[in-house]
């Protein structure tokens, strides 16, 4: 069965630090690119980020709204992605979706999707 | 790329069809033919799930009930007869560039 589970989330202070992590099975982990997405409650979804796989580097890309203070990293021997989140803001916080790119050719999807973990950022 | 979900709910009855509108603030017709649209369903207290891949191709397990069409800006996710467990949110994806960008989501209610 492919598969996506994320951990890590919990209650944080604002201006603090939080790493969630990611794992994966039942697919060729190496080979495919990672995406974070977010949703805070009652809301829609919000791309954080991605990694790409070895073959493009690792080469790594985040939303505007993230960029400088969270980091996407990987490591392929244990099928894990991970997100490390510094200077947390209040408005970072929502569930946390870790998300395979697919691709196929030049066709491509998002599949699976992990269950998500909560990150609240609150004093 | 904004992208612009219509309506913001739709209260369907079983049986009849429904139909989401989805328009994006820039083409998304790469070179290559295809239009990097997708389709996600999210059902309650659950993690989103591809739908339509590329503005019309159903991804594997989908009924075909679903259909997607469109190219360019403007496209239409269509459940030809709706079901009980249809009930979500559905959202509209644009995959031609960073940042992804999705639309704010279609509600989709039982009456």
């Known amino acids: 069965e492919v598969k996506l589970v994320e951990s890590g989330g919990s209650l944080v202070q604002p201006g603090g630090s939080l790493k969630l992590s990611c794992a994966a099975s039942g697919f060729t982990f190496s080979g495919s690119a990672m995406h974070w997405v977010r949703q805070a409650s009652g809301k829609g979804l919000e791309w954080v980020g991605r990694?790409?796989?070895?073959?493009?580097?690792?080469?790594?890309a985040y939303a505007a709204s993230t960029k400088g203070r969270f980091t996407i990293s990987r490591d392929d021997s244990k099928n894990m992605v991970y997100l490390q989140m510094n200077s947390l803001k209040t408005e970072d916080t929502a569930v946390y979706y870790c998300t395979r790119h697919l691709i196929v050719g030049a066709m491509d999807w998002f599949d699976p999707w992990g269950q998500g973990t909560l990150v609240t950022v609150s004093s | 790329i904004v992208m612009t979900q219509s309506p913001l709910s739709l209260p369907v009855t079983p049986g009849e069809p429904a139909s989401i509108s989805c328009r994006s603030s820039q083409s998304l017709l790469h070179s290559n033919g295809y239009s990097y649209l997708h389709w996600y369903m999210q059902k309650p207290g659950q993690s989103p799930q591809v739908l339509i891949y590329?503005?019309?191709n159903r991804a594997s397990g989908v009924p075909d009930r679903f259909s997607g069409s469109g190219s360019g800006t403007d496209f239409t996710l269509k459940i030809r007869r709706v079901e009980a467990e249809d009930v979500g949110v559905y959202y509209c994806?644009?995959?031609?560039?960073?940042?992804?960008?999705f639309g704010g989501g279609t509600t989709v209610e039982i009456k």
């Open positions: 990694i790409k796989n070895r073959g493009n580097d690792y080469a790594t």
């Open positions: 590329l503005g019309s």
């Open positions: 994806m644009q995959a031609l560039q960073l940042p992804l960008t």
